[in-house]
DNA sequence: AGGCTATTTATACACTTGCACAACAACGCC
DNA sequence: GGCGTTGTTGTGCAAGTGTATAAATAGCCT
């Protein structure tokens, strides 16, 4: 009667990665309260006692999925900039666009990150891998804005790079998250479309096709 | 020995109210996760008895909470596009500053907002009472900048007003998040003047040469 | 003052939680 | 093939969870 359970062994790399994949799927879905160490290991098609044999306690699991998260999305966002032949303009636009535009508008990443940063307030390990990720998303902005003004013989000065910096920043972090929250209410490439204007506005670039008084 | 605690017998709007701060204070500090009926209670200063006395349940209770929570949050942004006798563009310059400075920049209201937001994905009737209230604060802004414009003599058809609406609404969030997350990395008013401005430069408005703060 | 009643406390209960640990079995190595 | 290592399972446990319910008492009405 009593069949112990078959089971396969893991590499320890590829274990670890279903796990905090598994924790990352179980706090998208039923929040950080209902990732427990039971349907985390259910998820992850092994036993809830595994978990301490892979990680020291569940926060630390939590841990390690939150900076997974944090590396990906970062990833992914700079991505966008690495294109070579490009100029300056076209990248910042290619930028936006990859920020507003799927895989990085998604409704369960931004599950993620704001049930991880709704506890940044309380915990300040999480508050300082924050602000590490927005500081450097916010240098790749202020670089490329250096170059693109630098393209239309602009010498801006630290300050005003700093500002224009932080209001594109904003913006695509205010259109991401409507995406994310409501992106059907959007048609496809308008998020991207009402990013760049808007970005090309902050700079003061002349709109290129102009319709728009 | 067994001597019962002295108690007060409180209005019901009052418990009520206390209850809901209480759980507000605890989500904010300890997350869903935190947030028990016991902890709840000792924050009230009651036994946790007494919140089903008043709550069907503690999930009715964390419904409650949230909807004050975003009663409260609009209807402090609301506020600021109240004064009769300004020009538009300035009530539209004091509704970005309302809600780039304090009480709306406020660590704890982000960390509660992204709490409970986290799980709209999870969570229709959560992602119903965002979706209302979203729609209802780019009204409020939809309005303003109808208004700016037409002062302005400038008669914008419905998409592009839309789209203004949506680019502003996403400054206002994305600088907001940043001055939640990161108050200190900028100087006081800082942060409302990078938004005028990023707010004017959308809506192709001439800078303003003088003294705004 | 003395009851009446609704508010409040206190206790109980079934269930879940994270973690500890012993038994087991999959897989590499000889 | 047998064997040892260790990844993996299963069970147990104390603490904590939401909820149910009985007992107590504060405050109003007369």
């Given at each position: 009667?009593?069949?112990?359970?078959?089971?396969r062994r893991?590499?320890?790399?590829?274990?670890?990665?279903d796990l905090?994949d598994?924790t990352?799927?179980?706090v998208?879905?039923?929040?950080l309260?209902?990732?427990?160490?039971?349907?985390?290991a259910?998820?992850?098609g092994?036993?809830?006692g595994l978990?301490?044999?892979?990680?020291?306690?569940k926060?630390?699991?939590l841990?390690?999925?939150y900076?997974?998260?944090m590396?990906r999305?970062?990833?992914?966002?700079k991505?966008a900039?690495?294109?070579?032949?490009?100029s300056?303009?076209?990248r910042?636009?290619a930028?936006?666009?990859?920020?507003?535009n799927?895989p990085?508008?998604?409704?369960?990443?931004?599950?993620l990150?704001?049930t991880?940063?709704?506890?940044?307030?309380?915990?300040?390990?999480l508050?300082?891998?924050?602000r590490?990720?927005?500081?450097g998303?916010r240098?790749?902005?202020e670089?490329?804005?250096?170059e693109?003004?630098?393209a239309e013989q602009?010498?801006?000065d630290a300050?005003?790079?700093r500002?224009?910096a932080?209001a594109?920043?904003?913006?695509?972090?205010?259109?991401?998250?409507?995406g994310?929250?409501a992106?059907?209410?959007?048609?496809?490439?308008e998020?991207?479309?009402i990013?760049?204007?808007?970005?090309?506005?902050?700079?003061?670039?002349?709109?290129e096709?102009?319709e728009d008084?």
């Amino acid at each position: 009667m009593n069949a112990r359970r078959k089971f396969r062994r893991e590499g320890e790399e590829r274990r670890r990665q279903d796990l905090i994949d598994a924790t990352l799927d179980s706090v998208a879905e039923h929040g950080l309260e209902g990732a427990t160490v039971r349907t985390i290991a259910l998820r992850a098609g092994v036993t809830a006692g595994l978990i301490r044999h892979y990680f020291p306690g569940k926060e630390d699991l939590l841990q390690e999925a939150y900076a997974a998260l944090m590396s990906r999305m970062t990833e992914q966002a700079k991505a966008a900039l690495a294109m070579e032949d490009a100029s300056p303009r076209q990248r910042l636009a290619a930028f936006v666009t990859a920020n507003l535009n799927a895989p990085i508008i998604d409704q369960r990443v931004f599950s993620l990150w704001a049930t991880f940063i709704g506890r940044a307030g309380a915990d300040p390990t999480l508050a300082r891998a924050h602000r590490e990720g927005y500081l450097g998303f916010r240098n790749e902005v202020e670089t490329v804005v250096a170059e693109v003004l630098a393209a239309e013989q602009r010498k801006p000065d630290a300050a005003e790079l700093r500002h224009h910096a932080i209001a594109i920043n904003a913006i695509i972090d205010g259109l991401w998250i409507e995406g994310c929250l409501a992106g059907e209410m959007f048609s496809p490439g308008e998020l991207a479309a009402i990013g760049i204007k808007a970005v090309e506005a902050e700079l003061g670039l002349a709109q290129e096709r102009g319709e728009d008084q």
